[in-house]
């Protein structure tokens, strides 16, 4: 089993900056890919970035994030970022970092999500 645990989120004001944690613990030499995804209120949850946990590759990014958004990893912390600039208020939503045991198909473990609040 792995565990997740989420830290950073908060409130914000249209254009600023947040940075999201993820630390992993437990069987991590198990996980291959990591991700970040998000709800809304209403909506369902969507993708909004993924790397690669166990092979050096950069991350992919949802359109709606892209250039605004960066994902990233340090193996020694067992620890993934999500750095997020230029928020908007439809990044308002819970965000939660997932991550599986393949290259792709479904995700195998969730963390308990961080609320990330943007106002216009």
């Known amino acids: 089993q792995v565990q997740l645990v989420e830290s950073g989120g908060g409130s914000v004001q249209a254009g600023g900056s947040l940075s999201l944690s993820c630390v992993l613990s437990?069987?991590?030499?198990?996980?291959?890919?990591m991700g970040w995804f998000r709800q809304a209120p209403g909506k369902e949850r969507e993708f909004v970035a993924g790397i690669s946990w166990s092979v050096p590759s950069s991350a992919g990014y949802a359109d709606s994030v892209k250039d605004r958004f960066i994902m990233s990893r340090d193996n020694a912390k067992n620890t993934v970022y999500l750095q997020m600039h230029s928020l908007k208020p439809e990044d308002t939503a819970v965000y939660y970092c997932?991550?599986?045991?393949?290259?792709?198909?479904?995700?195998?473990?969730w963390g308990q999500g961080t609320q990330v609040t943007v106002s216009s």
């Open positions: 437990g069987r991590t030499f198990t996980i291959y890919t």
């Open positions: 997932a991550g599986r045991r393949s290259m792709t198909g479904p995700f195998d473990y």
